[in-house]
């Protein structure tokens, strides 16, 4: 059979995160390994409300076939929101709705990447992104994320292969938790500037953002070098798969090609859904209320690991987001701590995933959105547990107290 | 810019018919053009009903992310379907919901195309499945189909060439409406059998059967061969977005990688609100009902246009769906001709934007579902006009009385 397959869908590895999911639906399993937000959090009564008004009022026309482009209010509404929240000016025309920001980087890939064209992209990287992106067959050019932003001197080096695009998540990025400082931005506008390449600046945590701070984004500086992907999916919910993509006009009517060859367009009745909660709602108080539990439980987390692991490991400590790097600082696989963690009843996911060249490392990423203050404690804890006690394992004649 | 985009975008020309939609916007312009199905004959009253129970019951689950495959229940509801209304026996493991049947299309080009991969497909065939494919880069093998399924000698020719895919729409084909017989699709599964391809299914028009007989599937003789596409689009709401594919065991495992990279899954909240829909309704009274309103229509539309051009046409007869196609037996294109009738308020899809070649066609595709008597009445008579005075503009010297 294998002989039927494109050599494209041949390229790309099943998700070692499908496993690991499904261990966590053990339910004795605490699990900081899934990227999801706490549904205990969804504005179910809210959105609700909104579906018996949306069918009530427009049912007839939201079941009908729609514009690849997507709802014209809901574009408006989030080029609107663009206006007020970070003072960008991206016109509606530009704005194409997707099914979940996912979708936007499937369009990009069809319409931008031929087989080995290069694409940055940070180091660890986004799975969904390099996932996506795969299929499209181009070469990875990775460039390390550190705790204020990219390397320069790497992304520096890889611009000298003429790459067609960056592709980046400067606000709380995934997996690491890191996001770009302002002059580290400021940096790569000027090595970027007046090439020809685009920066995609993916951007689905930048709302829960702890400290309540906007940082700035790409299309600041670079309207048409930049690319925008959003999503309701952290914000609002993910079950609904609705997001969006912003890219400059010519880009755009090759996007709205790809989107009707792929899906002819996004459902219609979950973009009504969203944008008759956004109008009749306080999204900010809801953003508000998001950040500040999700703050909440990532300093407990960071505070229980420091407490545990302090000289062990090192660690991000984000401020926004869903998720949480940890490095040891011993030279430990954490694919192999990963068995040892699972039988005790805690996951997470092994740093190797999130590396294009699947380099062995000795980092996880840590969720801490969907676990309350006792699953944090007791999760916490039987990771510190798993980790010394594999460690004693691996050094034999090596023995060391376990906490 | 034009540099920056990959060769397979630029293989693919932005769809002649959405032109046509945009002057079939028009209120005064009776439109045969769409391929939409009726909105008034939505079940507005049982989906608003499915959608509050939805929300209330599951509100919160299925606002978080889910599975590639889709949810259990709507696959099982599909696989029982298969078994009950066809005989077929599709596990539940063999389907996977997609975001419309356009995506599984997007899906099989992901999964099984390479650039130059050889396609059979229908001539003229439906515009949405070349789109799709085109994006892969395949060579199309243009096969004529015929009013009782594929000319036998063409498709044999074909083969060839090793094709990985015979992609066709057996039941009231779109633009044609024409359908296989059982002795037609007998002998193409002869010289499939045993032959390293696949038949690709398409129906999304099954179901909208004037005269309430079931054909039988390509599936019944040879499941592994066997590639399903499967839409509730013209069956229950289009904007839901709600398609389905059946694959073998293999081609599954890689489309669920593929579907995952895509878009991650389907919206929860539309696959429920089907479900819903599905567990407390009568769907066969609804596509009685729906096959009963299309039928009338046809028959007032192939009435009309026999009345008025009999001796200028062939048409064909369908027995369900939604489209008529006419050929004229003059050789005049059909795309002066648009021109000449949307002046006059009635638009149509000239047959040149279903043929992979491009080529002038004096034929056109004739929507008949959204229609009722009135419009038919109107819009056949505008189009006889612009038919009839444009024959005679085009034939100096050739007088002839107008209709």
Redesign the interface.
């Known amino acids: 059979?294998d002989?039927?397959?494109?050599?494209?869908?041949k390229s790309?590895q099943?998700?070692f995160i499908?496993e690991i999911l499904k261990a966590a639906e053990n339910p004795d399993v605490i699990s900081f390994a899934g990227g999801?937000?706490d549904?205990?959090l969804?504005p179910?009564k809210a959105?609700?409300q909104a579906?018996?008004r949306l069918?009530?009022h427009d049912?007839?026309?939201?079941?009908?076939?729609?514009q690849s482009e997507g709802e014209y209010a809901l574009r408006s509404y989030i080029s609107e929101y663009y206006r007020s929240r970070q003072q960008l000016n991206v016109p509606v025309e530009n704005i194409l709705i997707?099914?979940?920001s996912?979708?936007g980087l499937?369009l990009l890939g069809?319409?931008?990447?031929?087989q080995n064209?290069r694409i940055v992209i940070e180091s660890p990287g986004y799975l969904?992104a390099i996932?996506?992106l795969?299929?499209?067959q181009p070469e990875f050019l990775p460039v390390d994320i550190e705790d204020n932003g990219l390397d320069l001197d790497g992304f520096e080096r890889s611009l000298s292969t003429d790459p067609?695009l960056l592709y980046c998540v400067p606000n709380f990025q995934n997996p690491t938790g890191y996001s770009y400082s302002e002059d580290n931005k400021k940096s790569i506008v000027d090595l970027v500037k007046d090439r020809?390449m685009?920066i995609v600046e993916d951007d689905p945590y930048g709302e829960i953002c702890f400290s309540g701070e906007n940082a700035s984004s790409f299309f600041n500086w670079l309207p048409d070098q930049s690319i925008l992907l959003g999503t309701f999916?952290k914000t609002i919910?993910?079950?609904?798969?609705v997001g969006w993509i912003v890219a400059p006009d010519?880009?755009m009517?090759?996007l709205i090609?790809?989107k009707?060859?792929?899906?002819?367009?996004?459902?219609?009745?979950?973009q009504g859904?969203i944008l008759e909660y956004l109008l009749n709602n306080d999204l900010q108080a809801h953003l508000d209320q998001l950040s500040r539990i999700y703050g909440e439980r990532c300093r407990i987390m960071g505070d229980l690991l420091d407490q545990h692991l302090g000289d062990e490991i090192e660690r991000s400590h984000p401020r926004g987001g869903m998720f949480m790097w940890v490095k040891f600082a011993e030279p430990i696989d954490t694919m192999a701590l990963f068995d040892a963690a699972s039988s005790r009843g805690v996951v997470f996911v092994p740093g190797q995933s999130f590396y294009t060249d699947s380099k062995s490392s000795n980092c996880m990423r840590l969720n801490f959105s969907c676990s309350n203050q006792d699953q944090l404690a007791i999760g916490i804890e039987r990771l510190c547990r798993a980790y010394l006690e594999s460690r004693q394992a691996d050094v034999p004649g090596h023995s060391k107290a376990s906490a």
């Open positions: 059979m002989h039927m397959f494109s050599s494209r869908i790309v099943p998700s499908r999801l937000p549904k205990n969804f179910v959105l609700t579906s018996v069918m009530e049912g007839r026309d939201i079941l009908q076939y729609g997707t099914s979940g996912q979708q499937d069809k319409v931008l990447i031929d064209d969904g996932q996506a795969s299929l499209y067609k020809n685009f999916s919910s993910p079950g609904l798969r010519e880009v009517k090759k090609i790809a009707q060859a792929s899906d002819l367009h996004t459902s219609r009745l979950t859904l």
